[in-house]
T-cell receptor, first 114, second 113 residues
Framework: AQSVSQHNHHVILSEAASLELGCNYS??????LFWYVQYPGQHLQLLLK??????LVKGIKGFEAEFIKSKFSFNLRKPSVQWSDTAEYFC????????????FGTGTRLQVTL | DTAVSQTPKYLVTQMGNDKSIKCEQN?????MYWYKQDSKKFLKIMFS???????INETVPNRFSPKSPDKAHLNLHINSLELGDSAVYFC????????????FGPGTRLTVL
């Protein structure tokens, strides 16, 4: 069965620190990859997605992610976090060519302190 | 303009009751979904519909019955509510089945007492 792992459950950073959140998936076929963010009390919003092409994907709000196929990874990065980045971050994977089924990781809670 | 909307936002009810959550999308998408987010924030798909037809049912108890009167609406009816049904339920939609980004609604926080 396909699974998605986010190893960092809770990350605390000071403003301006750099961020990297890990995401690994277990499926060996072609996948589409997503990072979603959930700000406190709000719904999920898409940060970025990878379908094909350049494995370095740029998203909104200065976030980027790199797809490394050999490592089954899709880590999220931001060079300098802001207090407003405090949120829950979810990695999600969709198997290519089958019925839509986003499998989510367990989420990483990011807390940015001033 | 709200893309994916859900009602109600909060729902508090007693065990054993039957309740419904409504979802509507105005994006013209073909595919709609229901997800459950538990107290640990874990998100899991429950159902997906494509053009009013069920395509995914993820071993959800049959007390949960989705209904899609048209492709813009996917409602969730829950019979005989149990304590373990307490969660946040998110509706989502995507343009097509399979590949696309999913757009999420604001969620419905269900509390079963």
């Amino acid at each position: 069965a396909q699974s998605v792992s986010q190893h960092n459950h809770h990350v605390i950073l000071s403003e301006a620190a750099s961020l990297e959140l890990g995401c690994n998936y277990s499926y060996g076929g072609t996948v589409n990859l997503f990072w979603y963010v959930q700000y406190p009390g709000q719904h999920l919003q898409l940060l970025l997605k990878y379908f094909s092409g350049d494995p370095l994907v740029k998203g909104i709000k200065g976030f980027e992610a790199e797809f490394i196929k050999s490592k089954f990874s899709f880590n999220l990065r931001k060079p300098s976090v802001q207090w407003s980045d405090t949120a829950e971050y979810f990695c999600a994977v969709n198997k290519f060519g089958t019925a839509s089924k986003l499998t989510f990781g367990t989420g990483t809670r990011l807390q940015v302190t001033l | 303009d709200t893309a994916v909307s859900q009602t109600p936002k909060y729902l508090v009810t007693q065990m054993g009751n039957d309740k419904s959550i409504k979802c509507e999308q105005n994006l013209g998408h073909d595919t709609m979904y229901w997800y459950k987010q538990d107290s640990k924030k874990f998100l899991k798909i429950m159902f997906s519909y494509n053009n009013k037809e069920l395509i995914i049912n993820e071993t959800v108890p049959n007390r949960f019955s989705p209904k899609s009167p048209d492709k813009a609406h996917l409602n969730l009816h829950i019979n005989s509510l149990e304590l373990g049904d307490s969660a946040v339920y998110f509706c989502a939609s995507s343009e097509r089945e399979g590949l696309d980004e999913q757009f999420f609604g604001p969620g419905t926080r269900l509390t079963v007492l």
